[in-house]
């Protein structure tokens, strides 16, 4: 197989070190879905990659492919969160997100929904207006959708008596576009009973325990 050089747009899910320099980066990209590649370099003071290779870095990366692995050549960011970064509970959040979306992604499949989704999600964190739980459990309703295995209609929870407001609410979220996901707020009561219900389903169809939702429990 012959190298090759491509161009993908996505955001940095997750790195580690390796060897003295070096990163390993995870990228959730539009185009291959989830893709690792080494970004050479990148722990060297002054590397152009020093940046492009950190979580939350989003823009458009060009790889090079070659036999056995890939290289991060070079990137060009578009957003890199930074304000999240300077927030110890905005990050621990925004990991939280990056780290469901690591599970739920694969590699060579269309990463463009997820992706979308992720975005949207980190800029609904940094926005004032919106309280932070709720654009957690937005999140977590909309990619159990968009994984497939979360069921889109809410039957099972006839028993449970909710508030109107809130089946609203959870019918808006598994339906709308990912684009008007944060565009409205909840009372407390009814934000109460949405997470109920998230949290149920979370714990119903995601087999996978978080180190970054432990983490999040710790610093709010």
């Given at each position: ?90 990050a621990c959040y925004g990991q939280y997100f990056l780290e469901f979306a690591d599970y739920y992604t694969r590699e060579n499949m269309d990463g463009t929904d997820c992706l979308r989704l992720v975005y949207q999600s980190l800029r609904a964190l940094s926005a004032p207006s919106l309280p932070r739980v709720l654009v957690r459990y937005v999140y977590e309703l909309k990619i ?77």
């Amino acid at each position: 197989m012959s190298s090759q050089i491509c161009t993908v747009t996505g955001i940095v899910l997750s790195a580690r070190p390796v060897g003295e320099y070096d990163k390993l980066v995870t990228l959730l990209t539009k185009e291959r879905g989830k893709f690792r590649a080494f970004a050479r370099g990148a722990r060297r003071p002054g590397n152009p990659l020093m940046a492009a290779s950190n979580v939350f870095a989003f823009g458009d990366f060009q790889i090079y492919e070659g036999r056995s692995s890939s290289s991060i050549s070079q990137a060009d960011i578009q957003n890199y969160f930074g304000e999240l970064l300077k927030d110890l509970e905005g990050a621990c959040y925004g990991q939280y997100f990056l780290e469901f979306a690591d599970y739920y992604t694969r590699e060579n499949m269309d990463g463009t929904d997820c992706l979308r989704l992720v975005y949207q999600s980190l800029r609904a964190l940094s926005a004032p207006s919106l309280p932070r739980v709720l654009v957690r459990y937005v999140y977590e309703l909309k990619i159990m959708v968009l994984s497939g295995e979360c069921p889109q209609t809410f039957e099972q929870f006839e028993s449970w008596n909710l508030n109107s407001s809130t089946l609203y609410a959870l019918r808006y979220v598994t339906g709308s576009s990912i684009e008007r996901l944060y565009t409205f707020t909840l009372t407390d009561e009814v934000l109460a009973e949405y997470i109920k219900v998230v949290t149920w389903l979370r714990e119903h169809y995601v087999e996978h325990t978080f180190k970054s939702l432990e983490i999040l429990a710790t610093c709010r």
